[in-house]
Every structure is written in C-alpha cells, then in structure tokens.
C-alpha cells in the first residue's frame, strides 16, 4: 500500500528502542519483533538519536531507524472483530 497510496512517502511503523538501545520492540505491545525488513546496514542510530522505525522512501521502503520527531505517515494495526488473527490496516 506505501509504494501505491503514497509514491515518496516514509511511514511510521511503530516500533521503538528507546527503553534499551538496540533492543527494538513494538510500542504498543513492547514485545519484540518476530520480522524485519531492514535496509542494509541498519539500524545505525545516527548521531545515538535514532530510536523509532520506518519505511524509508529512499530506502525503497525498507526498514530505517529514525528520530522521532520526524513528520511521516504512519501505519496502524488493528484488530479483525473476528477471530481476532487478521490485521485489516
Ligand atoms: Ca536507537
Ligand atoms: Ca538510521
């Protein structure tokens, strides 16, 4: 969907590793990832203030770590009112 609602758009993804660096878990959940996407050669927490993840659009949407006050879309996951196993968005 990144690549075909928002050409050049980086979107915020929710995952975080502030709490300990180099330990990056899921804000919402703070369990810790089961995949990656990564760009190589990242995470590099630049200047020792990258602590949030994204898509990266010059990444080619891959995984970058960034600070968090940048300004991006982002991504949410919701549950399915079902069997509760589907992520719809
Ligand atoms: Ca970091
Ligand atoms: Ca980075």
Redesign the pocket.
Known sequence: MGKTEGPGQSYWLGGRDDVIEGMWTWAQSDQPFNFTDWYPN?????ARN?NCLHM?AAYNLKW???TCTGLYRFICEQEYSGDGSEIIG
Request: hydrophobic share 20%; charged share 40%; aromatic share 10%.
């Open positions: 990242v995470p590099d927490n630049k990258e990266y970058n770590d960034a």
